[in-house]
């Protein structure tokens, strides 16, 4: 059988993605074998070209250029996974999508007129049809391998979409939320992080982004009692998924 | 005659750049190292926010290095609130740092230059580079274990906070990782005649080379700003002589050292830590370089791979010294009061200094900051021996030249991602 | 006896095209030297388990006494897809047989209606199967119930070419009384049966509705559309039966995942009887 | 068999168990009072808890009792029915497929601290793994491995309730060993040939009336003591008649779908199975397809819990929320004929936004 191509390509992002791939690093010789890793820039000089059976996607659309590139990307490939927080929601940089451009530039450099940038970070699926996301600043790279292992079994991959809580409780540790008052996002967080900040008594900030139907409103009513304000409520999910969170809590405004 | 090189997308470096040199009439009239990685303006929305996002928002500047990012923001914030952190915090925090030098210098050197010196496109497609692949990632991976008992995973780790970390490791968890990391530096040892036996193409040049240096020890956390031409300053007095400038089709700021009236381009990185520090090094990595005939100081940039593995070496040796000498502190970190002030810190990251600022206010919130990568500041310097490169090999074929200018941007281990996020200052 | 919740291999004997999305695959389990050493009853399911791709319920759709064990099964998520993959000769697992099957008993000396919207009739083909066969002189079997009158079938498909076992309908039309409809028909198709919706058929029958048992399998829509007309009709709650369709992860009750109200559809159902469980099938959503 | 031990022999107690098994008992860590594995020094002696809805604080009491403090998160759940358990091991190649069963390789395990509302929750989860149309080899592998010492609470949780359900406080039945706290001794009744044997190799005295007092006006303080009851009687009618009421849309709309409350809840059994292939099959040559299937605790919170083809049978949150709450009050008394909920008070005090079962269910009856 002929291995399936696969590229990498990334946008508006920090690379700690496609590092995550590099980060399997005991598996990564494996993936080479199974796939053909036709495009992968941060590691390879080989040349964009040809068609692809799976692109995997870095980063979010921030540039004019960006958007044709990443139609091109979708027209050469069979199936489209984006991973990481830039692609699937933006990233923090889609902070900038709740201010005004032209301002961020002036107060960054001094001739703004020479940079080239559009007035909102993107996800890739407001732009290109998405097959597959993977969430997470970074994603975990066991669930990058669980994908692309999939992907050779012709399945979904076995990710839950449970909230970060689930997984919380799963591996026992003492929800610092109820027991120290602590505003963890977990309740409205996705979870496969593997609990990290929990598990350091640290209050989950969101690095995997909304949960489908997180109730954010009723979990700020709690942070509130807690002694937190709006504004510092909000700038707890104001961060890498910012553009996600705020669309679910807008969303969810609206009872299902 | 009139030659155009045009390199559209670097490959093997971190970020997106390019490459456009103009040769005209035996003369180069254009070269820029060009940089279209879209800006992210963390300096801006940092604005407003409390001092952890800090930590936690530029880390997302650079996934091969957050940990630089999350030291310099914390130790600056540190200074402003006037916190002093226990001895063995600060022990954890240089053992992570270790932890990311591995990891990004095993990158960098095995899977990103490497094949340069093998003809290679990428690590895996000549199978006699094969065996070094696998050894870089091998070590990466000690890099990036010892990163995730620290700080829960290795890119945008999660424990480091203001005053110290969310939680500390048991000891014991770290010292199961000793094994592994005296073994590495005994093959690392190897490496390092293996990288100063490369055949290395470029040129030598004199140059002004900057870094960190501490009485005591290798630098990466604390210490001050040092060069070979004779700088020696406490790290604001640094930020105060620091020069940037944007140029056309960059999004990136030049960085240059100013005295008197004269600006110079300067360098960072490995190559300026080790001819800065080297007497620091573990007389084993000494004496091995020295064995391999290297001329200490470096001069060409090209040689920074021979740096690097010094510092690879240098990082397995100093984890476990660190690991065993760590003993659980009674509170993962101080208490602290917020207040307002302005600091400036530079750390070592892999890639060279780090330079952070940040003005806060009463509550410790962010009211301006201002963040100078690594790569930035060796911009200039990499157009300049670019140029004398091509100054030299002016009449070989364009797709050489092309060759070569890639392998010397890359031999800088430009961190591109990074480069883009430069503030410039307001300053008289 | 193995253990019901590791899958057996077994092995795919041949595959027929039913539908462009559907197929029938005889499957026999490679521990079983005939295939009446698998023993079930009419409306049970198997666990069948692609490894590493996951496991379906999937209904029995041959009769016991059938010269194969047969499952019909559409391309729907990840197991269904792999499957549509495979050819005769592979192995995949099964687990089985589970859940409860039609109460043949019931329709003893009585009418019986069956009606099937879609896939819904892969689960009561063996029931069709077993009382075509035993109508046949020569095979009267003493499992099968002796009923009053020639059964009536009503099977509704969207359209032509959606039609499940199209070419066995003639043979059951000598036993029973069949009637087909689809939702719209298709230029390309000769279609010479009804067209509408299935409800729209009940008008048509003529049975005694206090002597009448109904079976009853499809979509959830189509079946609460249905019991209306049928209670309507005047059958008591209490001779119809409906087979269900939930998530189901483990087919033995102890996942969760296909409750409904307070039964297992897997280890209660698939088939219940309507009294059981038509309080909730008149609350959304349970 | 019933014997009496000293306080001070209680060490010793604990040491004959950790002979023949995996101790698993109370410990604190990080401030709440956990179920794992232990040694002596872990028992948080002498711990009281405040509990409320959403909030958990600890603090050190004064008093000589050992245990003293009410149920944290865990229960005999995570022991027995672990959050993630791989089922069997899979390969598939070209000569056809293998499946494992792993070898069942777990020490025997003993569970200090079991309560009377636990043991009713056992009880349940031996019907649903043990006594269903098939048995569940991995629990009954753990649960025929494990050896229950039950406890009788001394003093109720904030947010507990079992008295008004009879399922605690006091221990009655279902336990190899149960557990008397007595003001400077312990009664241990050993009720199974298994517990016999631990008891039986103890050097101690035998009971008196006065102990026999003790227990009983123990048992009884503790049920005096508890605040909050549950309009049990009325169940599962309340639910019943309002699976239909618009109100559950109001009640559902602080939940958070977080899944807590299921997670530390000692009855709920869901779970889902998952397929984990193996890249390392893919490597072989020729390839093949590896991995093990695995069980996780899941929730029926979890939005895609009841996804089929062709959608979801719970879209809605309040659909989901409606059925936690039923299959809790109404559904699994007529699955088991056991309830399902046992008044521990873990849902209350562990959901984040501080929902109360008992208090819902109050609302609910009081709808028209
Ligand atoms: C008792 C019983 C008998 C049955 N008999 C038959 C039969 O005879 N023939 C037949 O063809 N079918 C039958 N079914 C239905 C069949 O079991 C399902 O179609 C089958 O389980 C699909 O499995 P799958 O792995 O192919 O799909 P899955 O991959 O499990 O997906 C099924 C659908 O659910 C959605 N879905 C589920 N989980 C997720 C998720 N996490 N994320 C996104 N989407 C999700 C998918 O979009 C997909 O459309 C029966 C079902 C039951 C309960
Ligand atoms: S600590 Fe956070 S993630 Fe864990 S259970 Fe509590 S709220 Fe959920
Ligand atoms: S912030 Fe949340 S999602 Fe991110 S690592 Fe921490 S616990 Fe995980
Ligand atoms: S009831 Fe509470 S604990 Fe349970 S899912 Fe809802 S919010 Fe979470």
């Not at chain 2, 700080?151 to 203001?162: A, K, L």
């Not at chain 2, 040796?317 to 660190?322: D, N, S």
């Not at chain 3, 509704?156 to 409809?181: H, N, W």
């Not at chain 3, 048992?213 to 979509?219: A, E, I, L, S």
């Amino acid at each position: 059988m002929k291995k399936p191509r696969i590229g990498v390509f990334k946008f508006t992002s920090c690379d700690g993605c496609q590092l995550s791939i590099l980060n399997l690093e005991e598996q990564l010789l494996g993936i080479l074998e199974v796939f053909d890793v036709a495009y992968f820039r941060e590691v390879s000089d080989k040349p964009l070209a040809g068609h692809f059976d799976i692109a995997v996607i870095e980063g979010s659309i921030s540039t004019d250029r960006q958007v044709e590139e990443i139609i091109d990307v979708r027209e050469r490939s069979t199936f489209m996974i984006s991973i990481g927080a830039c692609a699937t929601c933006g990233g923090v940089q889609a902070l900038k999508n709740w201010a005004s451009a032209a301002e961020y530039k002036r107060s960054v450099y001094p001739s703004p007129e020479v940079i080239e940038t559009l007035a909102t970070s993107d996800p890739i699926s407001e732009h290109v049809h998405v097959d597959y996301e993977l969430w997470g600043c970074p994603p975990d790279n066991s669930a990058i391998l669980k994908t692309l292992t999939s992907f050779l079994l012709g399945r979904r991959p076995p990710v839950p979409t449970y909230a970060l809580c689930m997984e919380c409780k799963q591996k026992g540790i003492p929800c610092i939320l109820v027991s120290q008052s602590e505003p963890c996002l977990g309740p409205i967080t996705k979870a496969g992080c593997g609990v990290l900040c929990p598990s350091l008594d640290r209050p989950c900030y969101g690095c995997f982004g909304p949960k489908e139907g997180a109730n954010i409103d009723s979990l700020f009513t709690v942070f509130k009692q807690f002694g937190y304000s709006q504004n510092e409520c909000m700038q707890m999910i104001d961060k890498m998924n910012t553009y996600a969170y705020r669309k679910e809590k807008y969303k969810a405004a609206s009872p299902t | 005659m009139k030659k155009r090189i045009r390199i559209d997308y670097l490959s093997r470096v971190e970020g997106e750049g390019g490459l456009l040199v103009e040769i005209k009439d035996g003369g180069i009239s254009r070269l820029n190292v060009s940089i279209f990685e879209s800006p992210r303006f963390f300096e801006s929305f940092l604005r407003g926010r409390p001092h952890q996002d800090i930590i936690d928002f530029t880390a997302r500047i650079c996934g091969i290095c957050p940990v630089a990012y999350q030291m310099s923001s914390a130790h600056a914030v540190e200074k402003i609130f006037g916190v002093d952190v226990d001895p063995q915090i600060r022990l954890l925090r240089r053992l992570f740092y270790t932890g990311e030098w591995i990891e990004s210098h095993a990158l960098h050197i095995y899977l990103l230059q490497g094949p340069d010196f093998y003809g290679a496109e990428s690590a895996w497609t000549k199978s006699e580079y094969l065996p070094l692949a696998k050894k870089g990632l091998h070590f990466k991976k000690i890099g990036n274990d010892l990163l995730s008992v620290l700080g829960g995973r290795p890119i945008h780790p999660v424990s480091v906070r203001t005053g110290g970390f969310f939680g500390v490791p048991k000891k014991k968890s770290l010292t199961a990782l000793i094994d592994d990391l005296e073994k590495a530096y005994e093959e690392s040892l190897h490496a390092i005649r293996w990288a100063a036996g490369l055949p290395f193409g470029g040129i030598e040049r004199d140059m002004e080379y900057v870094s960190l240096r501490h009485p005591e020890e290798y630098p990466m956390n604390e210490g001050r700003v040092v060069s070979n031409r004779g700088l020696d300053m406490t790290m604001e007095e640094f930020f105060g002589a620091l020069r940037e400038h944007q140029v056309e089709r960059s999004t990136a700021l030049h960085s240059a050292v100013q005295r008197n009236t004269t600006m110079t381009p300067y360098l960072v990185g490995p190559l300026a830590r080790f001819n800065l520090n080297f007497e620091m090094l573990p007389p084993e990595v000494k004496s091995i370089i020295r064995e391999t005939g290297t001329l200490v100081p470096l001069h060409n940039t090209g040689m920074g791979i021979i740096a690097r593995s010094a510092e690879l070496s240098f990082a397995f040796h100093e984890a476990v010294r660190l690991i065993r000498d760590y003993e659980e502190p009674a509170k993962a970190f101080v208490e602290y009061s917020p207040r307002s002030g302005t600091a400036t810190w530079i750390t070592e990251a892999p890639r060279g200094m780090l330079i952070h600022r940040y003005e806060l206010d009463d509550n410790g919130y962010v009211k301006a900051c201002t963040l100078i990568p690594p790569t930035s500041q060796n911009l200039g310097h990499m157009e300049k021996d670019i140029h004398a490169f091509l100054q030299k090999n002016l009449e070989k074929p364009a797709d050489y030249l092309k060759r070569e200018c890639e392998k010397i941007i890359r031999s800088y281990d430009p961190c591109i991602s990074c480069s883009v996020h430069v503030l410039v200052l307001k300053r008289n | 006896m193995y253990d019901k919740l590791i899958p057996q291999p077994a092995t795919i004997r041949w595959i027929r095209k039913e539908t462009r999305d559907t197929s029938t695959y005889a499957i026999r389990l490679n521990s079983t030297r005939t295939v009446g050493e698998y023993r079930f009853r009419p409306g049970q399911f198997n666990m069948i388990y692609l490894p590493g791709v996951g496991e379906a319920p999937i209904s029995i759709s041959s009769s016991p006494g059938d010269r194969e064990l047969t499952h019909t099964i559409r391309v729907a998520g990840n197991v269904t897809t792999a499957l549509s993959k495979l050819s005769s000769g592979d192995t995949v697992g099964l687990r089985g047989p589970f859940g409860s099957g039609w109460p043949l008993e019931e329709a003893d000396g009585r009418s019986l209606l069956i009606i099937a919207g879609g896939l819904g009739i892969a689960p009561l083909r063996p029931v069709v199967r077993l009382l075509a066969k035993s109508n046949h002189p020569s095979k009267n079997d003493q499992q099968c119930p002796k009923l009053s009158e020639a059964p009536v079938l009503l099977y509704g498909a969207k359209t032509p070419k959606d039609v499940i076992f199209r070419d066995e309908f003639p043979r059951y039309r000598k036993f029973f009384r069949v009637y087909l409809t689809v939702d719209k028909t298709d230029p390309e198709e000769y279609w010479k049966g009804e067209v509408g919706l299935i409800s729209s058929l009940l008008g048509r029958i003529t049975l005694n509705p206090l002597n009448t048992v109904v079976f009853m399998c499809g979509p959830e829509v189509m079946m609460k559309c249905m019991i209306r007309g049928l209670l309507e009709m005047g059958i008591p709650e209490e001779k119809i039966f409906i087979s269900m369709e939930r998530n189901m992860n483990c087919g033995v009750g102890t996942c969760g995942h296909c409750m409904f109200g307070p039964t297992f559809v897997c280890k209660d159902g698939p088939v219940f009887r309507l009294t059981d469980v038509a309080r909730f099938l008149a609350v959304s959503e349970v | 068999m019933k014997k009496k031990i000293r306080k001070d022999s209680f060490e010793a107690f604990i040491s004959l168990l950790q002979e023949s098994y995996r101790l698993i008992g109370p410990a604190v860590d990080d401030g709440v009072v956990v179920m794992r594995e232990i040694v002596f020094d872990d028992i948080p002696a002498g711990y009281r808890d405040h509990q409320s809805p959403g909030s958990y604080r600890l603090s050190k009491g004064d008093d000589a009792d050992i245990f003293s403090f009410a149920p944290g998160p865990d229960s005999f759940k995570r022991v027995l029915h672990p959050p993630e358990k791989e089922l069997f091991a899979f390969r598939r190649g070209k000569s056809g497929i293998v499946i494992d069963p792993l070898p069942a390789r777990d020490r025997p395990v003993a569970l200090l601290g079991v309560r009377g509302c636990d043991l009713t929750a056992l009880k349940l989860y031996d019907r649903v793994f043990l006594e269903g149309p098939v048995q569940d080899r991995t629990y009954h592998h753990l649960r025929s491995n494990s050896l229950i010492i039950a406890f009788n609470c001394l003093f109720p949780g904030d947010t507990c309730f079992c008295a008004s359900l009879g399922t605690g406080p006091e221990v009655k039945d279902y336990f190899d060993i149960c557990m008397t706290e007595l003001e400077d001794s312990f009664l241990l009744e050993a009720a199974t040939e298994r517990g016999k044997e631990m008891v039986g190799r103890l050097s101690a005295e035998a009971p008196n009336d006065a102990d026999w007092k003790g227990k009983r006006m123990r048992v009884d303080r503790c049920a005096r003591m508890m605040k909050k009851t549950i309009a049990a009687h009325e169940l599962p009618d309340i639910i019943y008649r309002n699976l239909d009421h618009p109100c559950w849309n109001e009640i559902a709309a602080r939940d958070l779908e977080c899944g807590n409350c299921t997670q530390v809840c000692p009855t709920c059994f869901c779970n889902s199975i998952y397929e984990i292939p193996h890249l390392d099959g893919l490597l072989r040559s020729p390839p093949e397809t590896s991995g093990v299937r695995v069980r996780k605790w899941d929730s029926c919170f979890s939005t895609n819990f009841a996804s089929v083809h062709g959608g979801n049978f719970r879209y809605s949150r309040s659909a989901r929320y409606r059925h936690w709450i039923s299959h809790k009050l109404a559904y699994t008394g007529a699955q088991f004929g056991l309830p399902g909920c046992v008044g521990c008070g873990r849902c209350i005090t562990w959901c984040p936004a501080g929902i109360d079962i008992t208090e819902e269910l109050e609302a609910l009856r009081n709808v028209r």
